[in-house]
């Protein structure tokens, strides 16, 4: 049986019209569907030759200069570390130790008094500021009230602004237990704790007994003083009228605890055998450490006391009396055992304030430094270029924008090319440089050179802050201490217990991913071998996001 059409539907006559227009409509709308096509490759082919005309005349000119920045940088970073290893070594090889260079001779007791030696030796106030420092009070106090001196030479001063009712009483107690055996001890407190150290230190000052004494040692409560530390170090003040302080070197009792521990003793060990020792045999000037210390009573007076404008009231101390004409002595060979921060928050705290106190110092005393008629051009040029730019500021932002942003920036624009000798030349020789201050722990170099990295992110967004004067540009959060308990499974629970929004570092896990993908891209398309650098970098980042340095003991 055929299949009939309906007539309508067939005919050339009658549904003419209808097919016909049916068609128009079809054919419209295939040509609006091809130029709106059309239209989105023109607009995409635009951007793309929007986009390289950005990329050759913008964005590869920029990086370029940028590489430029860091060949200059990396000559700064790198000419400072050589002048202060050189200064540091050929000290060493003319054996100009400071009992060469100063006189120190022991303080001689005079034998026609009754009481023996007791005149012949100066007043000497010990301060101890603390803050709910229930874990170590005990060995800080019991260190001072040890020290080798006439007792009625000596004032112990326990300067105490905790909060914490208990541990007040405590630190209350453990000075009338040493005050039952004859030691002269002050207990103060204050209201508040305004100007935080610096206000508590500068309170201390202002009692009638000090008035007394010539000089002051002051010691953080995590410091344990040897009992000669005293008879080591107060005569080099006595017995040369222009020195102001002697610093004495920081020894670690914590430093086997953790990888986080050793990477710190690698960094603070440097810093006193060559940072503060150069800085001593060039122009007897460095900054003061905040305590292991004996000042000169005069010397803080005439430079207008503590100053709480800062987080670095120790350095701003330290720079005022320079540029008065005081000269400092660092005596290497005189140690105080201290504690490391053995967790990274506590860590990080300390860098924060270590950084950002610094930039703000500077940013303060730059144009009262210029103009300082006491000491010389050459003296002037050390704390304006080496102290703080050259050390603190280039050294920070050249390690964090190399190696975080530049590399993985020339992976995704191959036209910006490194010199090899910037690219791995001038950092192993930096790496090298810094090792001389640990030798036990050279085998770490290369994971505490990923570290080092990885905290100038940290250490810069400080020094930005401290330079715009923000919001945290004074925060002063007390390291924590974990004194006899410090032990691994004591670490790994302070850590854990911390809240949530600690237990990541969002900043650090967004820059690590930054970084992995950079390397994965260079491993599958560019075959540079940057991968190399980037991807272990990739790897710190995420290790101090995700808190997981800090958390095991190295082995030797």
């Not at 055929?2 to 295939?30: D, I, K």
């Not at 430093?255 to 003793?265: G, I, Y």
């Not at 036209?415 to 085998?443: C, D, F, K, N």
């Not at 930005?464 to 390291?479: K, M, P, Q, Y």
Request: proline residues 4%.
């Amino acid at each position: 049986m055929g299949l009939v059409l309906n007539p309508s539907c067939s005919g050339s006559n009658a549904g003419g019209p209808a097919l016909r227009a049916a068609g128009e409509v079809f054919l419209r709308a295939s040509g609006d569907q091809l130029s709106f096509s059309a239209a989105i490759a023109a607009a995409v082919e635009w951007c793309l030759g929007a986009w390289g005309k950005v990329r050759a005349e913008l964005v590869v000119p920029l990086i370029r200069a940028a590489v430029v920045l860091c060949m200059v940088m990396s000559v700064i970073v790198l000419a400072e570390k050589v002048f202060l290893g050189a200064v540091s070594s050929v000290m060493k090889l003319l054996r100009r130790r400071p009992w060469r260079m100063y006189r120190c001779d022991p303080i001689i007791p005079r034998p026609d008094e009754e009481v023996p030696g007791s005149e012949a030796y100066p007043m000497v106030l010990v301060q101890i500021p603390m803050y709910n420092e229930k874990e170590v009070y005990q060995l800080s106090i019991g260190a001072a009230c040890r020290l080798t001196w006439p007792v009625d030479r000596l004032i112990v001063q326990v300067l105490d602004d905790s909060t914490d009712a208990v541990i007040k009483e405590l630190v209350k107690s453990e000075c009338e237990r040493w005050a039952a055996e004859g030691i002269n001890i002050k207990y103060e407190t204050r209201k508040d704790r305004a100007g935080y150290k610096a206000g508590n230190l500068k309170e201390g000052m202002r009692h009638a007994y000090v008035r007394d004494c010539e000089f002051v040692a002051m010691f953080d409560a995590d410091f344990q003083p040897a009992p000669d530390f005293l008879a080591r170090t107060v005569p080099f003040l006595v017995h040369n009228p222009s020195l102001a302080l002697v610093q004495a070197r920081w020894k670690f009792v914590n430093a086997n605890d953790c990888l986080l521990t050793r990477m710190q003793e690698m960094s603070m060990d440097y810093h006193f055998k060559v940072e503060q020792e150069a800085g001593s045999s060039v122009c007897n000037f460095f900054g003061y450490n905040g305590t292991a210390g004996v000042w000169r009573t005069k010397a803080i007076i005439e430079s207008g006391g503590w100053e709480d404008r800062t987080t670095a009231e120790d350095m701003d101390l330290a720079l005022r009396a320079g540029l008065l004409g005081w000269e400092f002595v660092y005596v290497g060979s005189i140690k105080v055992k201290s504690e490391l921060p053995s967790t990274l928050k506590a860590y990080r705290s300390q860098q924060h304030r270590w950084s950002c106190g610094p930039a703000l110092l500077f940013k303060k005393m730059f144009w009262e430094i210029l103009a300082a008629k006491k000491v010389s051009v050459w003296k002037k040029l050390y704390m304006i270029y080496d102290f703080f730019i050259a050390r603190r500021i280039v050294g920070a932002f050249f390690t964090l924008f190399f190696f975080s942003i530049l590399i993985p920036l020339i992976i995704v624009f191959p036209e910006a090319q490194i010199p090899m000798w910037e690219l791995i030349y001038i950092p192993t020789a930096i790496i090298l440089l810094h090792s001389v201050g640990t030798p036990r722990s050279i085998h770490l170099i290369i994971l505490w050179f990923l570290f080092e990295n990885v905290m100038a992110l940290h250490r810069f967004k400080a020094i930005l802050i401290g330079f715009s004067e923000a919001d945290r540009a004074n925060e002063w959060i007390v390291t924590q201490k974990l004194g006899n308990l410090q032990k691994p499974k004591s670490i790994v629970s302070v850590t854990r217990n911390s809240r949530f929004k600690h237990r990541f570092y969002c900043l650090e896990i967004f820059i690590g991913l930054f970084l992995l993908v950079s390397a994965c891209f260079d491993y599958i398309y560019r075959h540079d071998y940057f991968y190399l650098i980037v991807l272990p970098q990739s790897i710190m980042y995420f290790a101090i996001g995700f808190q997981f340095i800090g958390l095991s003991v190295p082995e030797d």
